[in-house]
C-alpha cells in the first residue's frame, strides 16, 4: 500500500504556472515544474480538474471526462505531463467528479431532449409541487434552491451545487456502467489514482425529505452517506479500482469516523481514505446562521479534540488523509496561525509539524510548502468563485448583511484565498505568468515565493522538504501509534507516535504567541538521550516554549539515535 508512506500535493491547474502567456495556469506549466516539486520530495500529485468544461465552478462541472479543456493544453500535453511525472518516481492522481456534470455534457443534452430519452433518468428530474414550485426545500451549496426548472420538459431537476452542475442519478445502472468505462479509461492511460469530489453525497435519501431549516426558508440537503452509498463504491471497487495499483481518496463531506471506517476499512474493498471536515468547519461551540461565513474559528483545543478523535478513530480500522489546506479552504496559515510578517514562518512551520508527524497520509496544497497566506481582496469585483459570488449576492440582498460584513466573510473564508497564483518569484505576477492572470496575484508575492526559499534552510520551503523527508525515513512516522500528550494544555498541543519497541516520536507545538512553559516531558526526554528531529527555532527551548515554538523529538534504539545525530550533524 505505497499510499500510507505516501506525501500528496495538490496542483489547482489555473493557478499554479501559466507556460503560454494567457494568463490561466496550464499542464506544460505543471511539466516545467516537476524537478521542483521532486526537490521538494512529494510523491503523488493529486490534480483539481483539468477535463472540458465551461468553468462555471472552475472545472468542477464536466462537460466531456475524455476530453482535456483547451485552457489547459492538450491530451498530448496531458500524456507528456503523465510520463514527465513518472519519469521521476512521481505519481498522478485525478480528479473524478462524479456526482454532478455539467449542463453542457451531451448526456444533460440528451436527458433535457425529451422525458422519454433513453438518458432522461441519468439525471434527477421531479414534478412540480401543486402550486408549481419544487419538490422540496433543499438548499443549493451555492445559494439558492437546488432545483431548477426546465420549461421544455416541464419538470425541475437536481443541482446540489450550481445550476449548471446537474446531479447524477447514480440509482441507473446504465449511468453507472458509463461511469465505470470513463474511470478505466484513464486507469489505462496509467493514472495513479482518483480523489472523489463530493462521493459521500451520491446516493440519494429515499424520497427526497427536507433536513433541517435553513436561512430564505430552504432546508438542508441531507444527501451524505445514502442508502445505496456503500454498495455503488464496492461495485466501483469490483469493476475498476481493484483492477489497477491505485491511491483512492474519497471526499466525504458528513462523514464522521463511523462512516470513514466503512469507506477505509480495507476489508470493505471501498477507498483507501477520506477526506473529512470537521476540523476545517469552524468551531462547533457556537451557532451560525451562515454556516462556515459567520461559524467563529475553531480554537486550538477545539482542533486538538477532533483531530485527535481521528487518529485514535481510525487507528487499526482504516487511514486518515491529512489535511489543513486545499482549494476550497482559507489558507491554513491565515487561518489556524498567524499571518503577521513576525510570526508567518514560525507558525506556518509549526502548523506543519503537528500535522505531519500524525498517521495518516498528508497532503500540502500548493504555495502552502510557501507559507502562502489568505489574499487581502477588498473588493467583490477581484473575486472569481461562484461560492463567493453568490454567497455575497444572497447574504447583501435577500438577507440585507452590510458590504462591509460580507466582504469580512469573504476575506476570512472565501475559498479565493486559496486559489490566488503560485508565488514562484518576485518578478511581475509572482512569475506565474507573462500575461494578465485570471485572479489577482497575492501582493505579498515579493517577500513570499519559491525562489527566496529553495536555498534558505530557515525557509519554509526547507522545513516541509525535511518533514516529508522524514516521512521517507522513519517507520514509526508511518505506522507508529497515536497518543496524545497534555491534553488540558492550553497552549501547546502535544502529541507521541510510539513504534513497536522503545522507538517513539514527541511533537510539541506552541499554538500561540505568547511563551508556554516548557513541558517536563521535554526535559524528561533528553534525559533519557533523546535527540531532536526537527524544529522552528534555531536550539532547543531552555525553560518555557517560544512563541509558536514547534519541537519534534525522537526517543528510539541506541543505534537509530546515532544515525539520527550524524545526519543532523551532517546537514
Ligand atoms: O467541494 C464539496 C464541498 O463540500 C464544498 O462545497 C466545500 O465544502 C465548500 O465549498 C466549503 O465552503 C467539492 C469541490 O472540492 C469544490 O471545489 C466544488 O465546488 C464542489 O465539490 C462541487 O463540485
Ligand atoms: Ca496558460
Redesign the pocket.
Known sequence: MWWKNAVVYQIYPRSFC?????????LN?ITSKLDYLKNLGVDVLWLSPVYQSPGDDNGYDISDYRAINP??GTMEDFDRMLSEAHSRGIRIVMDLVVNHTSDEHAWFCESTASRDNPRRDYYIWRDADKDGNPPNRWWSAFGGSAWEWHEKTGQYYLHLFSRKQPDLNWDNPRLRDEIFDMMAWWCEKGIDGFRMDVISMISKPDGLPDGRELPGGFTEPDCCNGPHLHSYLREMNERVLSRYSLMTVGECPGAGIEEAVLFTNPARKELNMVFQFEHVSGSRKASARYDKWDRPAMSMPELREVLSRWQYGLEKRGWNSLFLNNHDQPRCVSRFGNDAPRYRTLSAKMLATCLHFMKGTPYIYQGEELGMTNACMTDISQYRDIESLQTYDFLTKQEGLSEETVMGYLQAVGRDNARTPMQWDDSPNAGF?SGHPWIDVNPNYTEINAASQIDDQNSVFFYYQELIRLRHTLPVMVDGRYELLLPDNDQIYSYMRAGNGTEKILVFCNFTKDPAPLPMEISEAFGCGASRLIGNYPDLPQGKMRPYEALAIYIGMKGNDDEIQNEQKNR
Do not use: A
Not at 501559466?18 to 496550464?26: E, F, H, R, T
Open positions: 501559466d507556460s503560454n502567456g494567457d494568463g490561466m495556469g496550464d506549466g485552457e489547459f505568468t
